[in-house]
T-cell receptor, first 112, second 114 residues
């Protein structure tokens, strides 16, 4: 069983829709939860991070962590074609932890 | 200019050949990493380096070796390439202390072994 599970999709939504992405994990020691965005033919870039449980909002993006369920989510409101990318969740035990455990990534297409 | 660069961007090689992938960074970070990305498997860590004299194996280091020539340069070698090493390879960097979860990735090298 993988340490981090993420549905690869693909997910196709019309412009303006809410995109909902999620990951589950098995290691209860994870404390830092990240979402990376990867455009086609590019490297991943950090989109958001959350420490422990709770919500974090950044513009149209909201990250949620439910440690009791070992479940994290990313919501994209008012989605735009420029949001079309692969979204990877990642997790680590501590702020200094070199080892990030990545999900497989979910590919999202926002149709104009 | 990009902070993390990788060369080559694409490479096709034959089974048994030795190949080197190179990574350079201008971010001034101490930590550097090599990952491979395969469909359905996500990013997996091959090697990581905390400074020039500190190099460590990641979860899938068999068949690979690395060299940290300078703080800014980290190379990955496949001594004798095999077809299941066909993948997208990424170099990444991060701060030395704290914020290690924020890693900066290069554009990737697409390697095909025939």
């Amino acid at each position: 069983q993988k340490e981090v599970e993420q549905d690869p999709g693909p997910l196709s939504v019309p412009e303006g829709a809410i995109v909902s992405l999620n990951c589950t994990y098995s290691n209860s020691a994870f404390q830092y939860f990240m979402w990376y965005r990867q455009y086609s033919r590019k490297g991943p870039e950090l989109l958001m991070y959350t420490y422990s449980s709770g919500n974090k909002e950044d513009g149209r993006f909201t990250a949620q962590v439910d440690k009791s369920s070992k479940y994290i989510s990313l919501f994209i409101r008012d989605s735009q074609p420029s949001d079309s990318a692969t979204y990877l969740c990642a997790m680590s035990v501590s702020m200094d932890d070199y080892k990030l455990s990545f999900g497989a990534g979910t590919t999202v297409t926002v149709r104009a | 200019d990009a902070d993390v660069t990788q060369t080559p961007r694409n490479r096709i090689t034959k089974t048994g050949k030795r190949i080197m992938l190179e990574c350079s960074q201008t971010k001034g970070h101490d930590r550097m990493y090599w990952y491979r990305q395969d469909p359905g498997l996500g990013l997996r860590l091959i090697y990581y380096s905390f400074d020039v004299k500190d190099i460590n194996k990641g979860e899938i280091s068999d068949g690979y070796s690395v060299s940290r020539q300078a703080q800014a340069k980290f190379s990955l070698s496949l001594e004798s390439a095999i077809p299941n090493q066909t993948a997208l390879y990424f170099c990444a960097t991060s701060e030395g202390q704290g914020l290690t979860y924020e890693q900066y990735f290069g554009p990737g090298t697409r390697l095909t072994v025939t």
